[in-house]
Protein backbone atom coordinates (compact mmCIF):
# COMPACT_ATOMS: atom_id res chain seq x y z
CA UNK A 1 0.00 0.00 0.00
CA UNK A 2 2.51 2.06 0.85
CA UNK A 3 4.44 1.30 -2.78
CA UNK A 4 0.97 2.27 -4.35
CA UNK A 5 1.00 5.81 -2.45
CA UNK A 6 4.77 6.74 -3.54
CA UNK A 7 3.66 6.12 -7.04
CA UNK A 8 0.67 9.08 -6.63
CA UNK A 9 3.38 11.06 -6.18
CA UNK A 10 6.12 9.66 -8.65
CA UNK A 11 7.11 13.44 -10.04
CA UNK A 12 7.79 11.61 -13.54
CA UNK A 13 5.39 8.83 -13.52
CA UNK A 14 2.37 9.44 -11.33
CA UNK A 15 -0.05 6.30 -11.07
CA UNK A 16 -2.94 5.67 -9.66
CA UNK A 17 -3.95 2.83 -7.33
CA UNK A 18 -6.84 0.74 -7.19
CA UNK A 19 -7.55 -1.26 -3.49
CA UNK A 20 -10.08 -4.15 -3.05
CA UNK A 21 -11.09 -4.55 0.26
CA UNK A 22 -12.79 -7.15 1.87
CA UNK A 23 -14.58 -7.93 5.48
CA UNK A 24 -13.16 -11.75 5.10
CA UNK A 25 -9.93 -12.28 7.41
CA UNK A 26 -7.54 -14.25 5.54
CA UNK A 27 -5.24 -16.70 7.08
CA UNK A 28 -1.49 -15.39 6.74
CA UNK A 29 -0.14 -18.84 7.00
CA UNK A 30 -0.44 -20.01 3.83
CA UNK A 31 2.38 -17.56 3.14
CA UNK A 32 6.11 -19.03 3.84
CA UNK A 33 7.85 -16.31 5.30
CA UNK A 34 10.84 -15.91 2.82
CA UNK A 35 13.87 -13.66 2.80
CA UNK A 36 11.62 -10.34 3.58
CA UNK A 37 13.60 -8.73 -0.01
CA UNK A 38 12.69 -11.23 -1.72
CA UNK A 39 8.86 -11.25 -0.33
CA UNK A 40 8.84 -7.16 -0.92
CA UNK A 41 9.81 -7.92 -4.74
CA UNK A 42 7.82 -10.18 -5.31
CA UNK A 43 4.73 -8.25 -3.67
CA UNK A 44 5.65 -5.04 -5.43
CA UNK A 45 5.24 -7.10 -8.79
CA UNK A 46 2.12 -8.02 -8.05
CA UNK A 47 1.95 -11.63 -8.00
CA UNK A 48 4.03 -14.37 -5.98
CA UNK A 49 3.84 -18.12 -5.95
CA UNK A 50 2.19 -19.98 -2.94
CA UNK A 51 2.50 -23.40 -3.78
CA UNK A 52 5.11 -24.99 -6.27
CA UNK A 53 4.74 -28.68 -7.33
CA UNK A 54 6.70 -28.65 -10.09
CA UNK A 55 9.74 -30.20 -7.84
CA UNK A 56 7.50 -33.20 -6.38
CA UNK A 57 7.35 -36.58 -7.13
CA UNK A 58 5.11 -38.22 -9.63
CA UNK A 59 4.39 -34.22 -11.00
CA UNK A 60 4.48 -34.16 -15.13
CA UNK A 61 4.18 -30.69 -16.56
CA UNK A 62 2.18 -31.16 -19.62
CA UNK A 63 0.35 -33.58 -18.58
CA UNK A 64 -0.89 -33.44 -14.56
CA UNK A 65 0.32 -29.88 -13.85
CA UNK A 66 -2.07 -26.79 -13.65
CA UNK A 67 -1.77 -23.13 -12.63
CA UNK A 68 -3.88 -21.29 -10.08
CA UNK A 69 -3.81 -17.49 -10.40
CA UNK A 70 -6.19 -16.47 -7.00
CA UNK A 71 -6.71 -13.02 -5.92
CA UNK A 72 -7.49 -11.49 -2.36
CA UNK A 73 -9.84 -13.87 -0.24
CA UNK A 74 -9.93 -16.06 -3.29
CA UNK A 75 -6.44 -17.81 -2.08
CA UNK A 76 -7.24 -20.21 0.51
CA UNK A 77 -9.78 -21.39 -1.96
CA UNK A 78 -6.92 -22.08 -4.42
CA UNK A 79 -4.79 -23.49 -1.85
CA UNK A 80 -7.10 -25.99 -0.97
CA UNK A 81 -8.36 -26.98 -4.81
CA UNK A 82 -4.19 -28.02 -5.12
CA UNK A 83 -4.66 -29.90 -1.67
CA UNK A 84 -7.41 -31.91 -2.50
CA UNK A 85 -6.38 -32.07 -6.24
CA UNK A 86 -3.15 -34.00 -5.33
CA UNK A 87 -5.58 -36.94 -4.13
CA UNK A 88 -6.46 -37.43 -7.83
CA UNK A 89 -2.89 -37.06 -9.56
CA UNK A 90 -3.31 -33.68 -10.49
CA UNK A 91 -0.48 -31.02 -9.24
CA UNK A 92 -1.82 -27.33 -9.18
CA UNK A 93 0.62 -24.56 -8.15
CA UNK A 94 -1.03 -21.78 -6.68
CA UNK A 95 -0.02 -17.82 -7.30
CA UNK A 96 -1.33 -15.32 -5.01
CA UNK A 97 -2.01 -12.30 -7.34
CA UNK A 98 -1.91 -9.72 -5.55
CA UNK A 99 -2.24 -6.85 -8.31
CA UNK A 100 -3.87 -8.06 -11.13
CA UNK A 101 -3.14 -4.20 -12.32
CA UNK A 102 0.58 -4.30 -11.77
CA UNK A 103 0.71 -7.44 -13.40
CA UNK A 104 -0.96 -6.55 -16.65
CA UNK A 105 0.70 -3.38 -17.04
CA UNK A 106 4.17 -5.01 -16.82
CA UNK A 107 2.79 -7.65 -19.19
CA UNK A 108 1.83 -4.63 -21.69
CA UNK A 109 4.50 -2.94 -21.30
CA UNK A 110 6.41 -5.71 -22.86
CA UNK A 111 4.14 -6.38 -25.52
CA UNK A 112 4.31 -2.25 -26.33
CA UNK A 113 7.63 -2.51 -26.64
CA UNK A 114 8.33 -5.92 -28.42
CA UNK A 115 5.41 -4.40 -30.89
CA UNK A 116 8.39 -4.36 -33.73
CA UNK A 117 9.00 -8.07 -33.55
CA UNK A 118 5.60 -9.10 -32.50
CA UNK A 119 7.21 -11.42 -29.58
CA UNK A 120 7.09 -10.06 -26.41
CA UNK A 121 8.95 -11.55 -23.85
CA UNK A 122 6.72 -13.51 -20.87
CA UNK A 123 7.29 -13.02 -17.48
CA UNK A 124 9.71 -14.72 -15.56
CA UNK A 125 7.29 -16.67 -13.58
CA UNK A 126 7.13 -20.55 -15.31
CA UNK A 127 4.32 -21.74 -16.97
CA UNK A 128 3.96 -25.40 -16.90
CA UNK A 129 0.01 -26.02 -18.15
CA UNK A 130 -3.11 -24.41 -18.43
CA UNK A 131 -3.99 -21.56 -16.02
CA UNK A 132 -7.20 -21.47 -13.51
CA UNK A 133 -7.94 -18.40 -12.57
CA UNK A 134 -10.10 -17.33 -9.70
CA UNK A 135 -11.87 -13.67 -8.49
CA UNK A 136 -14.35 -12.46 -6.01
CA UNK A 137 -14.87 -10.38 -8.78
CA UNK A 138 -15.68 -10.30 -12.66
CA UNK A 139 -14.12 -12.75 -14.55
CA UNK A 140 -12.96 -10.48 -16.39
CA UNK A 141 -10.26 -9.07 -14.44
CA UNK A 142 -8.00 -12.12 -14.89
CA UNK A 143 -9.07 -13.45 -17.87
CA UNK A 144 -5.72 -12.31 -19.77
CA UNK A 145 -3.46 -13.94 -17.35
CA UNK A 146 -3.59 -16.67 -19.93
CA UNK A 147 -2.72 -14.97 -22.94
CA UNK A 148 -0.10 -13.41 -20.85
CA UNK A 149 1.39 -16.99 -20.02
CA UNK A 150 0.66 -17.89 -23.51
CA UNK A 151 -1.34 -20.71 -22.47
CA UNK A 152 -5.46 -21.75 -22.21
CA UNK A 153 -7.10 -20.07 -19.50
CA UNK A 154 -10.16 -20.80 -17.77
CA UNK A 155 -11.48 -18.33 -15.37
CA UNK A 156 -13.93 -18.28 -13.10
CA UNK A 157 -15.40 -15.21 -10.95
CA UNK A 158 -18.76 -13.50 -10.39
CA UNK A 159 -21.19 -13.32 -12.68
CA UNK A 160 -23.95 -11.95 -11.26
CA UNK A 161 -24.22 -9.80 -8.15
CA UNK A 162 -27.62 -10.22 -6.83
CA UNK A 163 -27.89 -12.71 -3.86
CA UNK A 164 -26.43 -12.65 0.00
CA UNK A 165 -25.72 -15.35 2.29
CA UNK A 166 -22.45 -16.75 3.73
CA UNK A 167 -18.71 -16.43 1.64
CA UNK A 168 -18.95 -20.21 1.73
CA UNK A 169 -22.51 -20.16 0.39
CA UNK A 170 -21.72 -17.54 -2.04
CA UNK A 171 -19.05 -18.72 -3.11
CA UNK A 172 -20.56 -22.26 -4.00
CA UNK A 173 -23.30 -20.45 -5.61
CA UNK A 174 -21.09 -18.41 -8.14
CA UNK A 175 -18.63 -21.44 -8.87
CA UNK A 176 -15.70 -20.06 -7.09
CA UNK A 177 -15.29 -22.42 -4.42
CA UNK A 178 -12.24 -24.80 -3.75
CA UNK A 179 -14.82 -27.69 -5.49
CA UNK A 180 -15.27 -25.21 -8.58
CA UNK A 181 -11.86 -24.69 -9.04
CA UNK A 182 -11.35 -28.38 -8.65
CA UNK A 183 -13.30 -28.89 -11.40
CA UNK A 184 -11.95 -26.32 -13.65
CA UNK A 185 -8.40 -27.16 -12.88
CA UNK A 186 -10.14 -31.51 -14.03
CA UNK A 187 -11.47 -29.69 -17.16
CA UNK A 188 -7.93 -27.80 -18.12
CA UNK A 189 -6.05 -30.79 -18.47
CA UNK A 190 -9.41 -32.66 -19.84
CA UNK A 191 -9.80 -35.45 -16.68
Same mark, same amino acid.
Given at each position: ??????????????????? $???????????????????????????????????????? $?????????????????? !? %?? !????????????????????????? +??????????????????????? /???????? /???????? %? /?????????????? $???????????????????????? +????????
Amino acid at each position: MLASLRALHDVDKPRSAYL $RLSTVPIDQTVLEMLDRDVLRAQVLSGACRLVDRTTELGC $RPGENLVEIWATGVMVPE !A %VR !ASRELLEDDVYANVVNCLSPDLVYR +AWQEKVHDSLSTLRPELPVMPVN /GPVVTVID /GHPSTLAW %V /GSMLGTKAYPLGVT $RFDESGTPTDLYRACRIDWESIYE +ACCVALSR
